[in-house]
Every structure is written in C-alpha cells, then in structure tokens.
C-alpha cells in the first residue's frame, strides 16, 4: 500500500492556505491551524536540488566556485524557493522543500545571504550552500 497526497508536485501549504505555487486551498487553512514560525539565523550545508537544470548552469555552463556570494531570492520560482548568485543574478537551485517555511520568514523581513562551500559536475551537477540572515 502506498500513501494518498494532493495528486500535483510542487505545490506545499506554508500559511493560511496559501501554497508555494500562491493558491489557497480549498477550505482556506493548513488543518490545524498555524504556529509562529521561528526563522534561523544560520543553516549550514544545504544540498541544492535541480542544478543541472539551472538558469546559470544552463547558461554559463559551468558551476560558480567555493566563497562565492548567494542569496535567497525572496519570492516563489516556478512554485519553489531558489538560490542566486549575487554577481550574475542567475538561479542556481532550488531549496529543498524542507526550508519551505522560510517563506514566512520572509513575510517577517528576514533575508538570506551565504556562499557556496562546493560545487562539482560528478556524477552530476550539484552546489552546497551556507545561508545566514
């Protein structure tokens, strides 16, 4: 037997139902109500999701280096939180959906910026991050 969920990937209640793709669910809430959510103020080594299908991958063809400079983009991307880089701007990848709620974070003022710690193409593309607010 397996598991039964909402039928569409992507989409994740954060507050009031409000979804990472800006939809409200159906009756409007989170069933069971919201919780003040506490925002860190550092999360270390965050294994980025997707980099191979990244803005800058696919565009640069490459992988930034250790110490570059990444931030947080404040705003859901194609239903998802990404990371920039600073000097290009370009998305390097996504967040995995456990800092989904970071999105309220946001809603409270709180940025984050950090640095890669390594990026490699073997096996495949893939960036780890530090992010502090």
Do not use: W
């Amino acid at each position: 037997m397996g598991s039964t969920g909402s039928g569409s990937f992507g989409t994740y209640k954060v507050e009031n139902g409000q979804t990472t793709d800006g939809e409200k669910t159906a009756n409007g809430d989170m069933n069971g109500g919201t919780t003040e959510v506490e925002c860190p103020s550092n999360i270390a080594v965050i294994h980025l999701e997707d980099v191979a299908a990244s803005d800058y991958y696919n565009s640069l063809k490459s992988l930034p280096s250790a110490g570059s400079t990444v931030s947080l983009y404040d705003k859901i991307y194609k239903g998802r939180l990404v990371v920039k880089d600073d000097s290009t701007g370009k998305f390097l990848g996504n967040l995995p959906t456990q800092y989904n709620l970071l999105i309220n974070c946001f809603k409270k003022g709180v940025n984050y910026t950090g640095n890669v710690i390594v990026s490699g193409s073997s096996p495949i593309p893939y960036i780890d991050v530090t992010l502090h607010a």
